[in-house]
């Protein structure tokens, strides 16, 4: 019994920072139509950032997520203007190509710049354990479950709420129409790149609270696909939901049957679900009216 | 929601054309993918505060002169190359889609366009959204013309009734407080009682609000009936202008747009050269 709860704990802190990190995903999907294979990439620039201001310039943790922050902003809004905005009009193919030519490029600059060696950061999210219900779990996680928590709900109350999260689902919705409503697409573009990639440095950064930080943060990534499939490609509560499955799956196998399985067990879902139900537990179904 | 101050308050400056018409458009040419030639030198002028008809066949380029109005022409690969469009004195033929909505010129696109996934207050708050400060205030009125609209406030628009979606996409488009309401078509597909209800509102905004309205319609007799001016145009051009009420006792357009003449409904393509030449020219 006390295996399974800190598994679950265990399970619930990854799957919930993997639900961080394909929020990104979901929003620059749903707004624009991309694909965007760098998620894992944006992830482990910031994680990175938080590192160099950290151990590097001495930064207090704050300082240095608001630096990640703005490197995160100029990051998202920089590939939206420079890389994808003069691709408009190619094949979905095309524009595919170009972000996974991007995450080699930023992995590829980072390990220029850093090295291959694992590095440690003073981890600014208090360590030790707790004793809930005589069960010792281990701090870190918790914590991690609630920022992310944290952060989804404010996402998630952005598009609710404000007037330039019900525009980005406007433009989702009818580009054209949006446009005659005097929103302009572009600066909803640029909104959604700039979240997308601070969302994914959040995410980064809490993986790189628990494991270091390497290029393994950006391989941690490559789990939003598993996520987003399972979620639904552009529904935000669905990447939720699939975020904590893929997450809880992945330290059941671990915990119960070991072997390395947890590493495929996610891709064997995905392509499971791509075979059952292609547009995910809660991707947007076209509405048609008769 | 008063059509008060803002975008008029520069009516009748210096720069303003001869007529000095709210909206001014002379020799307009518009081509699609380079080589479909649309528009070919469509001139017209709606005066502020009236209610104009823009009429004509499938086809004709209404709904492309309104593109070309409110610059949505570059998302279609279409181009503007020859002639102006004037707003308030000002030229605005290459402006931005933003801009022109900022100036209070407001598009209700044919086949309604809503959202249909957000829900029906959702969509009046993004057609407020060039003026933020003013929703709640504007909510009020949209609710009071379209009663239907509170009731279903919650409700996703994908599921309205089309003749709801077409009540959502005027008032979302009031949501902006225009100064002028381009309507493309507001009673396609919809039930006779309804098309009667529609027809009264925008005549309601008109007389009530001072909202001068520019209305694109296949109905032409009652288009005709509420219009103070309108214009007739076919393959890309004017053909016929006219007070609205002497347009419809006129024997062609009862012919060929009220289908009232003896040879029943044909196309105004059919007519004789010479024919048009001797009456409208
Ligand atoms: N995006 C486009 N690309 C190419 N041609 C177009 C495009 N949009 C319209 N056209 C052509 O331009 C002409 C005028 O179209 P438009 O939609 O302006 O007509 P309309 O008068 O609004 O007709 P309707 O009454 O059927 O709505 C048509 O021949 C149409 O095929
Ligand atoms: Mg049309």
Redesign the interface.
């Known amino acids: 019994m006390q295996t399974f709860i800190q598994l679950t704990v265990s399970g619930l802190a990854n799957g919930a920072i993997l639900a961080l990190a394909a929020v990104g995903f979901a929003i620059i999907f749903k707004a624009t139509g991309v694909i965007n294979f760098a998620q894992g990439a944006f992830m482990a620039v910031g994680a990175y950032m938080v590192y160099t201001a950290i151990a590097d310039f001495g930064w207090a943790w704050p300082l240095a997520i608001a630096f990640a922050a703005l490197i995160a902003i100029l990051l998202g809004m920089g590939t939206e203007r420079f890389i994808l905005r003069p691709m408009v009009g190619e094949s979905a193919i095309s524009v595919i190509m170009v972000t996974i030519g991007l995450a080699f490029f930023l992995e590829a600059s980072l390990q220029f710049q850093f090295g291959t060696r694992p590095l440690r950061m003073a981890p600014f999210i208090p360590e030790g354990t707790v004793l809930i219900l005589d069960v010792p779990l281990p701090l870190n996680r918790l914590i991690a479950i609630g920022l992310a928590a944290l952060v989804l709900g404010a996402v998630g109350a952005f598009f609710r709420y404000s007037r330039n999260g019900i525009a980005m689902r406007a433009v989702a919705d009818d580009q054209q129409a949006a446009l005659t409503m005097g929103i302009s697409v572009r600066r909803i573009f640029a909104m959604a790149w700039g979240i997308a990639a601070v969302t994914a440095m959040l995410a980064g950064v809490l993986v790189a609270n628990i494991q270091g930080v390497s290029g393994n943060v950006a391989l941690f990534g490559l789990l939003v696909f598993p996520v987003v499939i399972l979620g639904g490609l552009d529904s935000i509560g669905g990447t939720i939901v699939g975020g904590l499955i893929v997450g809880l799956l992945i330290q059941y196998t671990a915990g119960y049957l070991g072997g390395g399985l947890q590493q495929v067990v996610p891709y064997i879902l995905l392509v499971f679900i791509l075979m059952v139900r292609p547009y995910g537990l809660f991707g947007e179904v076209r509405i048609e009216r008769v | 929601m008063s059509a008060g101050a803002g975008p008029q308050a520069s009516l009748g400056s210096p720069a303003a054309p001869a007529g000095g018409a709210l909206l001014e458009i002379n020799n307009l040419e518009v081509i699609y993918d380079e080589v479909i030639l649309v528009l070919r030198g469509l001139s017209l002028a709606v005066p502020e505060g009236q209610l104009v008809a823009l009429l004509g066949s499938n086809g004709a380029g209404k709904s492309t002169t309104l593109k070309a109005i409110?610059g949505?022409l570059r998302?279609e690969h279409g181009e503007v190359t020859e002639g102006t469009i004037h707003h308030a004195g000002d030229e605005i033929t290459q402006a931005?889609?933003?801009d022109?909505?900022?100036r209070g010129l407001?598009?209700v696109?044919e086949g309604r366009?809503?959202?249909?996934?957000?829900t029906v207050r959702?969509?009046l708050?993004?057609?407020g959204?060039?003026s933020?400060g003013t929703v709640e205030e504007r909510l009020a009125t949209v609710e009071e013309y379209f009663p239907r609209l509170s009731e279903r406030r919650a409700q996703?628009a994908?599921?309205l009734s089309g003749g709801e979606q077409q009540m959502l996409a005027i008032g979302?488009?009031l949501m902006?407080g225009p100064s002028l309401l381009m309507l493309d078509e507001p009673s396609l597909g919809l039930a006779p009682l309804l098309v009667a209800e529609i027809f009264q509102i925008i005549q309601r905004l008109n007389r009530d609000l001072g909202t001068t309205v520019l209305l694109i319609e296949q109905n032409a007799k009652r288009a005709l009936s509420i219009a103070d001016h309108a214009y007739i145009m076919e393959n890309g051009r004017i053909v016929l202008e006219g007070e609205a009420a002497e347009l419809a006792d006129n024997p062609d357009v009862k012919e060929f747009y009220l289908g009232m003449g003896e040879s029943g409904r044909r196309s105004y393509r059919d007519v004789k050269h010479y024919k048009r030449r001797k009456r409208w020219l």
């Open positions: 409110t949505l998302t931005d889609t933003s022109i909505v900022r407001s598009l696109m366009h809503v959202f249909e996934h957000l959702e969509n708050i993004c057609g959204y060039t933020p996703q994908g599921y979302r488009a902006a």
